[in-house]
């Protein structure tokens, strides 16, 4: 059975404090890797998209790299604004499934 | 534009009741799906339309029944809920169906049942 990992399950940090954020999977065949960031009470918002080992995506204070086990996103110097949860999805080819992770809840404190 | 609508913003509703959420996109997309989210858990899949069409049904009681009109609106009919079923319902939208490509979530819609 695939199996999506997130941790931690939650991370204060402050502005500035660089840290990362990991997500580990044991699935039968990755076909996509997706980063979202949701807010409280709002809908998930679409990061970052991986397709293999290797691969990285940066956006602004955000980048999200791929192994084959797991996947981290970085965020460099947070912003109070950086604040949410953090979820991250696979799919595994089982059409169009998405199986997420519990995900990484995130406060940014000044 | 990535936008996915989704009305109302919030519904409170008894369990006699019988209530509609509906869901539009103008991306394009050939996939839509229907989510329930609980505080503080991910996601959790209900439907899946591909081409208009019923593609997956994730065991989800008779009590919700999906309906895709188009290829831009999807709705979920709601009748006899229970208080369980209370949680953020989202609807999603991709390119094509079977490809591994991202989702794209609309604010959802709060459902209180009482």
């Known amino acids: 059975e695939d199996q999506v990992t997130q941790s931690p399950e939650a991370l204060r940090l402050q502005e500035g404090e660089s840290s990362s954020l990991n997500c580990s999977y044991t699935?039968?065949?990755?076909?996509?890797l997706f980063w979202y960031r949701q807010d409280p009470g709002k809908g998930p918002e679409f990061l970052f998209t991986?397709?293999?080992a290797g691969e990285e995506k940066e956006k602004e204070r955000l980048k999200a790299t791929l192994t084959k086990k797991e996947s981290f996103l970085h965020i460099t110097a947070p912003k109070p604004e950086d604040s949410a949860t953090y979820l991250c999805a696979v799919d595994t080819g089982t059409a169009s499934k998405l199986t997420f992770g519990t995900g990484t809840r995130l406060q940014v404190t000044l | 534009d990535t936008e996915v609508t989704q009305t109302p913003k919030h519904l409170v509703m008894g369990m006699t009741n019988k209530k509609s959420l509906k869901c539009e996109q103008h991306?394009?997309?050939?996939?839509m799906y229907w989510y329930k989210q609980k505080a503080k858990k991910p996601p959790e899949l209900m439907f899946v339309y591909s081409y208009e069409k019923l593609s997956i049904n994730e065991s989800v009681p008779s009590r919700f029944s999906p309906e895709c009109p188009n290829s831009s609106l999807l709705n979920l009919h709601l009748h006899a809920l229970q208080p369980e079923d209370s949680a953020l319902y989202l609807c999603?939208?991709?390119?094509?169906?079977?490809?591994?490509?991202?989702?794209?979530f609309g604010p959802g819609t709060r459902l209180t049942v009482t």
């Open positions: 699935v039968s065949g990755l076909r996509g």
């Open positions: 999603a939208s991709s390119q094509a169906p079977k490809r591994a490509d991202e989702q794209y």
């Open positions: 991306m394009g997309h050939r996939a």
């Open positions: 991986l397709y293999s």
